[in-house]
């Protein structure tokens, strides 16, 4: 139910069943849907859409104003998809005019003292570790891993699948399925573990492997690599749907900020 200390604002949309702790704060142009946990001492402000069965810590505040000066009160919102868990001290800013919206998947984890800035995108099924921050306009793909302390310049991609190590330090963008990890991050392996315990079949793995040899094993260029990669369907087709995000992703890389390496 409801704490009486809550602070909760008549326009503010809130779904069955939804439990809001004391000294918690919540604006009126709020959605929250059905069945979401609120904890005690959350602030959640103009511009929040969050969606079913999420469970919001202690200290989190969510749509606050974007940290950005050029920021100009434009009408944005920071949204929540269903499922996803966020610790304490979390925070979410609203999006600016480039986005109008900073959103969250749905089942994903953001632990404690997590930074998403404007205009950031993240997909389903993501995990950020302790303290991981995010600087404006960053995309992160589904089932992406950040380990603790990682640190993502603004306007960089994050591939799916891909997993950075803990105090990763992120200048370039970082495709779909590779590990990097340092200070600037760089390409380590790829994620094997985690694509066999999501269920990868042997042929998309061994597609993956041959992926991260053009990527980075056989000196390639860049566009050399990419060639490499789309043939890898004739022989593995299995692999099309991973071959087609890989290549998506590196068709949509800046050639000022280029990949990991």
């Known amino acids: ?13 809130i779904g069955e069943g939804v ?12 959605i929250i849907g059905e069945g979401t946990w609120i904890g005690p001492n959350v602030t959640i402000m103009d511009g929040a859409r969050i969606g079913k069965n999420c469970r919001i810590f ?25 499922y996803t868990t966020i610790r304490e001290c979390v925070t979410i800013n609203r999006g600016t005019k480039d986005r109008m919206k900073t959103a969250v998947g749905a ?5 404690a003292y997590v930074h998403l800035a404007h205009d950031c995108q993240v997909g389903n099924q993501t995990i950020f570790a302790n303290s991981a921050q995010l600087a404006g306009h960053v995309h992160v793909g589904d089932w992406a891993i950040l380990g603790g302390f990682t ?11 891909s997993f950075t190590a803990m105090h990763s330090l992120l200048l370039a963008d970082l495709p779909p399925f590779v590990m990097c990890q340092g200070q600037p991050a760089e390409a380590r392996s790829m994620n094997f573990e985690g694509l066999r315990r999501r269920g990868f079949s042997p042929e998309r793995i061994s597609a993956v492997k041959a992926m991260h040899k053009a990527l ?6 860049l566009d050399k690599a990419k060639e490499q990669i789309a ?4 022989e593995k087709p299995e692999s099309a749907p991973d071959v087609a995000m890989m290549l998506d992703f590196l068709h949509h890389t800046s050639a000022q900020r280029g990949i990991i390496r």
């Open 231 to 234: 043939q890898l369907v004739q």
């Open 151 to 161: 640190v993502v310049h603004q306007f960089v991609r994050i591939g799916a699948h």
């Open 58 to 82: 202690p200290g989190a505040v969510i749509s606050a104003i974007p940290q950005d000066l050029k920021f100009d009160g434009e009408q944005t919102t920071a949204e929540v998809g269903d």
């Open 107 to 111: 089942h994903c984890l953001l632990m």
């Open 216 to 221: 980075y094993r056989d000196d390639l260029t």
């Open 1 to 13: 139910g409801m704490s009486n200390l809550a602070q909760i604002h008549p326009d503010a949309k």
């Open 19 to 30: 439990e809001i702790g004391p000294f918690t704060t919540i604006y009126g142009d709020v």
